[in-house]
């Protein structure tokens, strides 16, 4: 870690925040992203909570920030340790939250140094990729990160409710925080791709700015009991409000959207959302309803050499390839990684170029192996480099599964 910065106003030192630093960090914080003691109190946490709700992330996190000549911190980056589902592989993801610099530190390059030394604790800490909710598209494009996840709304006239279909098993309320939800979610993670393996940690930031309260789960549960899927909602203003619905196969979709239609008498609409990119118009009788789609997390992979080395690729062998990388700031995945297997399907990545080349940058390269786009649409916008041969066999090698992911931190 870099110990100094000679800047125009002064020596600046960057250094680990610790527990000590808690009460600095957290007006840092509320300072960046504008959050109002109404917000707070709404979020359901009284005088004080907040920033105790905040200490397992400097307990648990890598956080590192800038100090100035009197100690105090100006601008900070947290990393949140977690693991997420790529294509039915668990990967360790760095998860990078509040980042943020005081006004008057800005236009110094210190969040720039700051998310290069975070990169190296990530790759220090086998943390193969990292995602974020960007503040600014562009600017973390340009560190790196792209567009991997969606976020879908819609809105659902109450006439427009899917009729009644027959299912075996039944719905029943109960709290958010049920042993079945998690449940549910953890079976769903282990099975969607750039799904988040929720720890308790992960939990506890999915509710940080919602009152966990006066929210509910209905859970699906089949015939024999099992819960296979849940919808977190609440009503408001004669509006059902889906924060977010998991299902584990299609009879726990129909009972649960059984469970939603049943509320037709106390609401005018259904207010949800859905974080991939999977239209809810096509499942429904009457499909003409209002769907916006936004971007939602941005991704990075943090070490090539290692990404692809656990890269679930097909185990029947294809011809070995090699990709050519640019990298702004992490300078260790600069430059060639060949792809080839051995007689067991094991993937092999060297440094050597073998096969045809598969040009790209670090933001193309995370959402085609992410599989945020098709290879064949990002060599059709040119951002991919490759000959047609090569692009129909990464079509065959990389799934075609766009990502799922709807946490927050």
């Not at 567009?147 to 027959?166: C, E, G, K, W, Y």
């Not at 990709?323 to 300078?331: I, N």
Request: proline share 6%; glycine share 6%.
């Amino acid at each position: 870690m870099r110990p100094e910065k000679e800047t125009p106003r002064g020596k600046l030192r960057l250094k680990p925040v610790g527990l000590e630093y808690l009460d600095q960090f957290n007006e840092l914080l509320r300072y960046v992203f504008q959050v109002t003691n109404q917000e707070i109190a709404e979020s359901g946490y009284r005088d004080g909570e907040l920033i105790q709700a905040k200490r397992p992330v400097l307990q648990n996190a890598d956080v590192i920030g800038w100090f100035n000549e009197d100690d105090e911190l100006v601008s900070q980056l947290a990393v949140y340790p977690c693991r997420v589902n790529v294509h039915g592989r668990i990967y360790s993801m760095a998860g990078v939250t509040g980042v943020g610099t005081y006004p008057e530190y800005t236009s110094l390059g210190l969040m720039r140094e700051l998310i290069r030394t975070g990169l190296e604790h990530m790759r220090e800490r086998g943390q193969w990729i990292a995602y974020l909710h960007p503040y600014s598209i562009p600017y973390y494009r340009e560190k790196g990160w792209e567009i991997m996840s969606d976020h879908l709304t819609f809105n659902i006239r109450d006439s427009q409710l899917p009729r009644v279909a027959d299912v075996d098993g039944y719905v029943e309320r109960l709290a958010a925080g049920d042993p079945d939800v998690i449940a549910v979610y953890d079976q769903f993670a282990r099975i969607t791709h750039g799904a988040m393996i929720r720890e308790p940690l992960n939990w506890d930031e999915y509710w940080r700015w919602e009152n966990e309260d006066e929210r509910t789960a209905g859970v699906y549960y089949g015939h024999d009991g099992r819960p296979l899927g849940y919808v977190l909602y609440w009503i408001a203003d004669e509006v059902f409000r889906i924060k977010e619905m998991i299902y584990l196969n299609q009879e726990a979709r129909k009972g649960l959207w059984n469970f939603i239609s049943a509320h037709f008498s106390m609401i005018n609409s259904v207010h949800g959302n859905i974080y991939r990119n999977e239209p809810v118009a096509f499942l429904l009788e009457d499909g003409e309803i209002e769907e916006t789609v936004s971007p939602y997390i941005m991704g990075r992979i943090v070490d090539v050499e290692a990404f692809l080395r656990d890269y679930p690729f097909p185990r029947d062998p294809a011809e070995p390839f090699h990709f050519v990388v640019e990298d702004p700031l992490a300078e260790w995945n600069n430059g060639v990684f060949s792809v080839q297997w051995d007689d067991l399907g094991q993937t092999m990545v060297g440094r050597e170029p073998l096969g045809r080349p598969v040009k790209a940058n670090i933001q193309t390269l995370t959402a085609l192996l992410m599989s945020y786009r098709s290879p064949s649409y990002l060599h059709r916008i040119e951002r991919l480099e490759a000959d047609e041969a090569t692009i129909k066999m990464l079509e065959y090698l990389i799934p075609d599964q766009e990502p799922y992911f709807s946490d927050y931190f």
